[in-house]
């Protein structure tokens, strides 16, 4: 079995590009988390955050190390991330935040047609509901003249 320095190199490399990576992930789930302070979105990003960096280490541990965990990856991945949060992080988090913010002003904008929408549809409810209303007494009025009853008073006296 050789030794193959520059493999192992570029291995480390690697792995220290997805600790960064990893790491930058969980920032940008961060500014979501405290942009929202609820535990159903810090368990939904949480649960996004484990899943994708789980699937990502078990895919590169499967496709450089051919099937075997190099020892060597997990600290290089974990000196990536010390190093995408103590350098990287600080640059990216204003970023993060102007993104996330017009994310949800787009998502405000694109809501509000919706929003419009449905107050018309229960507009147009209330008035068919009034229709129908007045359709069904006077269809009633209707059919009881028709019968031939003489006309009541509003006390309803003969």
């Known amino acids: 079995m050789e ?5 192992q190199l570029q291995t480390m ?7 960064c990576g990893a790491m930058l992930v ?5 500014t979501v988390r405290l942009a929202r302070r609820r535990r159903a979105v ?5 649960l996004l955050y484990v899943l994708a960096v789980g699937w990502a280490l078990l895919r590169f541990a499967l496709s450089i190390g051919r099937g075997e965990l190099r020892l060597y990856v997990l600290p290089c991945a974990a000196l990536g991330a010390f190093f995408s949060l103590k350098v990287l992080a600080p640059i990216f988090r204003p970023v993060w935040r102007f993104w996330l913010e017009a994310a949800v002003q787009m998502g405000r ?3 509000r047609p919706v929003q419009l929408f449905w107050h018309f549809c229960k507009k147009v409810w209330h008035s068919a509901e ?3 209303a007045f359709l ?3 269809s009633k009025i209707k059919i009881y003249r ?3 009853a003489p006309p009541q008073d509003e006390e309803g006296d003969s």
């Open 42 to 46: 810090t368990h939904v990003t949480d």
């Open 3 to 7: 030794l193959y320095i520059r493999l």
């Open 109 to 111: 904008y694109l809501w």
């Open 13 to 19: 490399g690697a792995a220290f590009g997805l600790g």
């Open 136 to 138: 069904k007494k006077n």
């Open 26 to 30: 969980y920032d940008l789930l961060r």
């Open 130 to 132: 009034k229709v129908i």
């Open 146 to 148: 028709k019968k031939g």
